[in-house]
Each structure stands twice: as C-alpha cells, then as structure tokens.
C-alpha cells in the first residue's frame, strides 16, 4: 500500500481518514516497517492538531507537486514531510526509539553496492560536491561514508550537468570541515549521527532545498524541476473512482478476505464529489479534468 499513499492522501482528510479507518487495513507485521531503511512510506494523521506529517518514495518533481496539492486538499492543516522517514512518525507520536530498528553507519566504501555507470540514471544518487567541483551522483547515501569518502571522490566523474534533480546531495568543505546536506530520500537520523560518523566536522541539514548546495558550487545549475498537477491527478482518479457508484459492478468487494478498493468505498464519495475535490487538488492554473468524462472513458 507504501506506493499509493500519495493518492490516498491527495483528496484531504475526509476520504483519507474515511477509509484508513476502515476495517480493511491490515494490522502490519513489525517486519513491514519496523525497520528504518526498509519502510517506504508512511503517515501520521493528527486529527487534534490537524497535521499531517508523511513521506513515499517519489522523484523530486512529483514529490513536490504533491506536497503542494496537499497543501491545497487540507486546508487549515499543517502539512509537513517526515524527512527521516518512519522514525519522524514514531518520534512525533512519543514511541521509544527501539520501536523502529536502525542499521548502523559501518560501511565506508561508496561503491559498495554499486558503481554508477555514465548511462545510469541519477536520480536516486545523491551528488557530490567539494569546493567548485562537482561529481556524478554517488549510488549510495555519501554522508553515512564519514571522511574516507573524500579519498574516494576521484573515483567519481565530475559533471556540469545533470538531466534530473537527483534523491539527494552533499557539499563539502575540507577547510571549514563543514558539510551540508538536502534530500527527499529519508536520512534516517543524520543529525544525529553526523558527528559521531564526521568527528570534528559541522553539519547544516537543508531539508529538500537543493538550491543551497547550488549556491557553493560554483557553475553547477541544476534542472528546474517540471511540476505536473495534471499527472498526479489522473493518478488519484484511478485509485478513487472504482469506489464510486458506476464501478460497484465491475469487482466484488473482497476477494479470499482481500478488499480490492483498499477502503475507498467507505468514503462514499460521487463522481461530483470527485470532481470539486480534483479541481481543488489541480489548483487554479492547471487545465481542469472532466471527471465524469474521464470515469466513462475507465469504465469503458
């Protein structure tokens, strides 16, 4: 279910809390996600405060088109991103830290898992930068290296250009021994953890904003990120409208105890109902969605 949280979420709190409140979520094994690197997404839906504090695994374009939808579909809600993953949730609800398992930081090989080729994709590498240089995307998360990795960074191709915004980056500077870092990755407690694994070495955490690592690299720009409204909309549509009216017929409600709308019926939303919701979520400059139309067109 991790890879449709984003849709889950993206029509507000009323179908959200509608349907993971009803009995058809399973109660997860502690192997799900009681493990820090492991879990992929999760979410904390504080009616009270009016919160919502969650994180998937997502591109940095669609993931910030659907912070900013979210910001539109629950009005009046703080909504935040847990960018240390499940342990954000965890920590906000006041569980010991021994409910969720942390691997540690031991590996001090960058190439470990991986040695990224120049046909590779970066965008879930993580750039390297010391100084004015700039290094092709790392396969794996560079600050858990500690400073062996600056003896490895010549093993890295450097760039002027990259096609996408990768998961994540780290500026060094060897002469303050300063390092910052930004991710959309979780960094699974980096703040923490970083003087232990840099001693000696101060750290600046920039959230997601990649621009503060483009600041102190010289020319390196990298690509503005295209938001796509449109995209993640027809993405909800396909995860909402088989719980509609018109789709009652086309699946039965569970399947060896399985329910294939995950929920969604216990919403009791109509197709008019996803339409004032859709238009909210495209925001005021996106071209609208006909949703009866597109209904018609899936249900064939």
């Known amino acids: 279910m991790g890879y449709s949280l984003d849709a889950w979420l993206a029509l507000g709190p009323g179908p959200a809390v509608a349907m993971f409140r009803s009995g058809s979520w399973p ?8 493990h820090e ?13 009016r919160e919502l504090l969650f994180f998937v695994s997502a591109d940095y374009a669609p993931r910030r088109t659907l912070i900013e939808a979210c910001r539109r579909v ?34 001090d090989d960058l190439f470990h898992w991986a040695r990224p080729g120049a046909d590779d994709p970066p965008r879930w590498h993580y750039l390297v930068t010391m100084g004015a240089v700039t290094y092709w995307p790392a396969p794996y998360k560079p600050w858990e290296i500690g400073p062996a990795l600056l003896g490895q960074l ?14 994540g980056g780290l500026h060094l500077d060897p002469a303050t021994r300063s390092a910052g870092v930004w991710s959309i990755d ?24 990649y621009q503060e690592q483009e600041a102190r690299c010289g020319a390196f720009r990298f690509v503005e990120p295209a938001a796509d409204v449109r995209r993640l909309a ?14 009652r017929d086309q699946w039965p409600a569970a399947d060896e105890g399985y329910d294939r709308y995950c929920g969604t019926r216990d919403a009791r939303l109509t197709v008019a109902d996803l339409q004032r919701l859709v238009d909210l979520l495209l925001g005021p400059d996106a071209a609208p969605i006909d949703v009866a139309a597109h209904a018609r067109k899936m249900h064939g």
């Open 234 to 247: 027809l993405r909800v549509l396909d995860h909402w409208l088989p719980s509609t009216e018109m789709f």
């Open 37 to 49: 690197s492991w879990c992929e997404a999760g979410a904390l839906i504080d009616l009270d405060a």
């Open 186 to 209: 979780p960094v699974d407690g980096l703040a923490e953890r970083f003087s232990a694994r840099w001693p000696g070495w101060t750290l600046e955490f920039w959230d997601d904003r």
């Open 74 to 107: 629950w009005p009046g809600w703080a909504v935040r991103w847990a960018y240390n993953g499940i342990s954000d949730v965890t920590d906000t609800l006041g569980l010991d830290r021994a409910v969720v398992r942390r691997e540690p930081w031991t590996n």
């Open 154 to 167: 010549s093993e890295l191709a450097q760039v002027a250009e990259l096609p996408d915004v990768p998961g």
């Open 27 to 34: 109660v997860w094994k502690p192997e799900d996600w009681q």
